[in-house]
Each structure stands twice: as C-alpha cells, then as structure tokens.
C-alpha cells in the first residue's frame, strides 16, 4: 500500500518565532496592522510504501522525531492518506 503524509512542523508557541517577528513588524509596516502573532513553520510532504495504515503512521512518527522536527523546539502533526 501507498501513503502520503502531509506533515506540519511549527516552533513551540512558549518560543520566540524570529521568523514570524519579523513578517509581524513587516505587516504593520504595509499598514496590515490587524495581523498579529504570525508564527512559520514548514510543511512537509512525503510518500510511505507500507503493508498498512498503522505502519505507515509508525514510520512518519518515527521520521518527525528522529528527523524532521527539533523537539525541543518545535511541535508537529500530520495526515495520512492512502493513495493508488
């Protein structure tokens, strides 16, 4: 069976966001004032060959931690969907 996962890695809200600070300041800069608290983070998207669902979200847990997101510093979820 084949998956794909849409993955989303974002840094901790309790985490300064420099990134996200500074398209904030930008914003109120282009008189965008009612936007606040941009937090950026990256999305990820990945295929799994795996005998079953279970498996293939085992694998993509397994990718996020050991991998694709610093958890110390950033959180993630994702979502598996099977395809032909």
Known sequence: MKFIAEIDIMPLKALLDPQGKAVSSS???????????????KHISLEINAPSEEVAK????EACKKILA???????EFELKEIN
């Open 27 to 41: 914003l109120k800069n282009l008189n965008l004032s009612e936007i606040d608290n941009v937090r950026i983070g």
């Open 58 to 61: 085992e694998k993509v847990e």
């Open 70 to 76: 610093n958890q110390l510093m950033e959180s993630y």
